[in-house]
């Protein structure tokens, strides 16, 4: 069985490499899943801990090819999830991604400056 379906919707958290790295969340749509890896289409966040307010999409929809293997964190989205009208709201003690209905608490994730 595998994990991930074509038309799944999910978030990744990329882990950091180094110390004051930005946090990097993809949200997408997975297309294609073989073997462990999937390649999604979606948008990019890019957080940095500098910075107290909300998070814009991080340029235009992209492909993204994932290695489950790679130890970034995966979250699964409902599938009537419509990633267009997801935004990044934060404050100095939080962090969400929510469209205004749904919401999902990704504080742990924060970076402290």
Do not use: C
């Not at 074509?6 to 490499?17: H, N, P, Q, T, W």
């Not at 994932?66 to 999830?81: E, K, P």
């Amino acid at each position: 069985m595998a994990v991930f379906t074509e038309g799944d919707r999910l978030i990744v958290i990329d882990k950091r490499l180094f110390k004051d790295d930005n946090t990097r969340i993809f949200v997408g749509i997975v297309e294609q899943f073989a073997e462990g890896s999937l390649r999604a289409r979606g948008f990019s966040f890019h957080v940095s801990p500098y910075e107290v307010s909300g998070a814009e999409r991080r340029g235009e929809e992209r492909v993204r090819i994932i290695t489950l293997s790679a130890g970034d964190i995966i979250y699964s989205l409902g599938r009537d999830q419509d990633l267009s009208k997801l935004q990044l709201k934060r404050s100095p003690k939080s962090m969400q991604l929510t469209d205004g209905t749904f919401a999902m608490d990704l504080s742990d994730f924060m970076l402290r400056a």
